[in-house]
């Protein structure tokens, strides 16, 4: 955790910004990577706040303006959205291109690392980057030079190491600081006995274990919520939660033309002519990961709220993205099987050209709203992600949550009572 969220963050943005310690024998004028400074460092920082209302809550700790709050208790989870979730697509067109490419070397190789599961080809990629990552820190940087001697601290060391001893301990998700982290600040908030805390502090903790001891014995004592009024659990992970219409409602439109066409292709037949589906729509769902997604249908009138109806999903043994306008339940007659579906409006493709300059960390794709409806399986989502409006063309890039499978791992998951 240490490594990624928190060395390896100070170091770059020190070079960037120029707050690295310069020797006498060094000139700040031949350093061509320090570019957050002045206002650029300021619209730099409007930028990140920006992209953060766009973060989705299962997020955590969105990131804040850095030019105004990085001295300011700036949390690990903040720094860890800020340069490794939104840093390759709004630094792209800040850092120099050499160093811009560079960074997101680095980023794609600690995105893999940061999984729970982690193919061998994939750590094996990992090792690749992150072996010329530590090559070509010294070659921009360092350049070799005993003045920038400052610039090669141990964390840039411990990059070529850390695929290795992924083999050998496991990966980082097992062995992270975050769990001992947070116990200590849990045990630390229950101190009552401040004239005696080391003693107070051996009885809460000693309390605590014994809770999860009978616990473990006997999990019934531990309060089940059940689902929400109203949800409909479709198994796997899927539960269906409302608002929902209470009746079914006749859908013509853009939206009846994409579900009739939908129907059509799976039934095999042509409907009759004027004839457009009913159905009644739901408004969210929660997925497998402990993510609650939600729709355009019922979000666009929630005037505060941190947009969470954008999800990755499978098409054709592809991934795709997509905006739920709304998930809803039909019979296939031809199977008399009921389907659980979601009508989402398709991103386009990645550009190609900035995915390979970025080594797969920036994917910015283009918008069409109801030019593009598609109807889906629901059991083909994948997860939910963040879409980040950039630039004043329609674009936008896709942020996944780093680390999202250690959180299911961690039996972390949305409040499903909550909305």
């Known amino acids: 955790m240490h490594l990624f969220a928190l060395n390896l963050s100070d170091l770059f943005l020190s070079l960037w910004r120029g707050t690295m310690q310069c020797d006498p024998d060094d000139d700040k004028s031949t350093w061509d990577w320090m570019v957050l400074v002045g206002d650029v460092w300021k619209r730099h920082g409007e930028d990140v706040a920006k992209a953060a209302k766009h973060l989705p809550s299962y997020f955590d700790k969105p990131p804040r303006n850095p030019a105004e709050k990085m001295n300011s208790g700036y949390k690990a989870q903040e720094f860890l959205n800020y340069l490794y979730v939104l840093g390759p697509a709004l630094l792209r067109n800040i850092l ?13 190789g600690v995105r893999i690392v940061w999984q729970r599961k982690i193919p061998r ?12 990552v530590d090559l070509d820190f010294e070659r921009l940087y360092y350049q070799r030079k005993a003045s920038r001697l400052q610039f090669c601290r141990q964390s840039v060391h411990a990059l070529v190491h850390t695929c290795p001893e992924t083999v050998r301990v496991g990966p980082g998700g097992y062995r992270s600081q975050w769990t001992m982290e947070r116990t200590i600040g849990n045990l630390g908030e229950e101190i009552k006995q401040h004239s005696n805390p080391y003693a107070n502090l051996s009885q809460r903790g000693m309390r605590r274990c014994r ?44 939206y009846g033309s994409a579900i009739l066409t939908f129907l059509e292709e799976e039934e095999g037949e042509a409907a009759k002519e004027g004839w457009f589906p009913r159905v009644a ?10 993510q609650i997604v939600r729709s355009v249908w019922k979000e666009s009138k929630m005037a505060t709220v941190r947009p969470a109806r954008n999800v990755k999903y499978l098409y054709d043994k592809e991934v795709r993205y997509g905006e739920v306008q709304f998930f809803f339940q039909a019979t296939i007659n031809k199977t008399g099987k009921e389907h659980s579906l979601a009508l989402v409006s398709v991103y386009s493709d990645p550009d190609p050209e ?13 918008y069409f709203g109801e030019e593009a409806l598609d109807v889906i399986a629901i059991r083909d989502i994948q997860a939910g992600v963040a879409m980040i409006p950039i630039g004043e063309d329609g674009a936008y890039f896709v942020a996944e949550k780093l680390g999202l499978d250690i959180d299911t791992m961690a039996g972390t998951e949305e409040d499903m009572h909550a909305d």
Request: aromatic content about 8%; charged content about 25%.
């Open 96 to 108: 120099p291109k050499r160093y811009w490419q560079h960074f997101c070397k680095f980023v794609a």
């Open 121 to 132: 080809d994939q750590l094996q990629r990992a090792h690749k980057l992150l072996c010329e």
């Open 211 to 254: 809770a999860n001891a009978l616990v473990v014995m006997i999990p019934s004592l531990l309060p089940d919520k059940g689902l929400p009024a109203g949800a409909e659990d479709l198994g796997n992970g899927f539960i269906l939660l409302r608002a929902r219409d209470k009746f079914h409602q006749r859908v013509d439109g853009e």
């Open 281 to 290: 729509r739901w408004a969210r769902l929660r997925l497998p990961n402990g």
């Open 354 to 366: 900035i995915l390979e300059e970025s080594y797969g960390t920036v994917i910015q794709c283009d």
